[in-house]
């Protein structure tokens, strides 16, 4: 779902608006923020993500987990 989204600024479609995605990789690429922001709007999702050699974490930041994931999972991206 992270993989999807490719690196610096991109623009997709959630629920029928768009919105500014910024992903952000740091830590040799293991790991990632990600920030989208419904333009024109006030909804944002905002995470980090990070890979290790036994596990992945997801950390939504202030937002349910469950939020994070729908979006992840329905985001279309345009460009």
Same mark, same amino acid.
């Given at each position: 779902?992270?993989?999807?989204?490719?690196?610096?600024?991109?623009?997709?479609?959630?629920?029928?608006?768009?919105?500014?995605?910024?992903?952000?990789?740091?830590?040799?690429?293991?790991?990632?923020k990600v920030y989208g922001e419904e333009l024109g709007g006030r909804?944002?999702?905002? =995470?980090?993500?990070?890979?290790?050699?036994?596990?992945?974490? =997801?950390?939504?930041?202030?937002?349910?987990?469950?939020?994070?994931?729908?979006? =992840?999972?329905?985001?279309?991206?345009?460009?």
């Open positions: 779902m992270i993989q999807k989204l490719p690196e610096g600024y991109s623009e997709g479609i959630f629920e029928n608006r768009k919105y500014g995605i910024t992903k952000k990789s740091f830590n040799d690429g293991k790991s990632y909804d944002y999702v905002s =995470l980090n993500y990070y890979k290790t050699k036994s596990h992945e974490f =997801l950390k939504p930041c202030e937002m349910p987990e469950h939020k994070v994931l729908y979006f =992840l999972n329905n985001v279309v991206v345009t460009n």
